[in-house]
């Protein structure tokens, strides 16, 4: 009976014990936590840098270059900018901002696209564009040279909005799309335009030269975001035509052996 007794004891000092021990280690339990930095990247599409890149010429800057690339491809707004030195030796930054009429088009669309925008303006005689002259390459617009002649440009995009394929736009001006397509200036230059100087522009007007059924939401200082009412269909690229092929000449007839002897 002592024996049960004493054990009973052991026992019951053990848990007092366990329980005394369990608060304090609870206090001085701790809780280690893990944190993962995350970092958000911009990804650039590469096809969209590659036409930028090719373009940057043409357009003046690698910024215009991208920012036509987006808006013809986006079918949002574009907005170039033009620096014009002045006689003072300062600078003056201006903007040119146009609504593209095609809505969106695909990076192979973009690329005849502004190809054929090259072309049209070599072909009038300039190859060093204005933000506003290239606007109406695209857009469409009246440019008036420095001896007063006016130069209407259909406009590639209204041409394209319109219905038009891009080897029949090509060939409106006097041009083949393959040849547009291997070097845009020397195309257009080859089709009538100046080589050795680029023609002075005294001014663009985009009020004229170019169908009003599809507005081209030109503005100089801000976008005006007109909605595309009509839409060009499907996003292909079209092929040229490829030559026929010449015919043969007609082989010559055989002569006959008559009067063979012992005929």
Known sequence: ???????????????VAALAITPAMAQTSTTTGTSTDTTTSTTTNPESTRLGSEFATFAGSDANAQALV???????AVTLDQTTLNPNGTSTTTQVTFQPV????????VKIALSLAEASLANAGITDPTAAEIAAALNGGTLTLADGTAVDLQGVLAARASGEGWGQIANGMGLR??????????????????ADADVDVAGVDFDHGRSTDHPTGLSMDHPTGLSMDHPTGPDEVERPQLPERPQLPQRPDIPSHAGRPGG
């Open 1 to 15: 009976m002592k024996t049960r007794n004493f054990t009973l004891t052991l026992v019951s000092a053990a848990v």
């Open 70 to 76: 987006a808006g013809l491809s986006g079918g949002t």
């Open 102 to 109: 095609t809505g969106k088009m695909g990076y192979g669309n």
């Open 177 to 194: 799309l393959g040849d547009v397509m291997r070097s845009p200036k020397a195309a257009g230059v080859a089709a009538g335009g100046h």
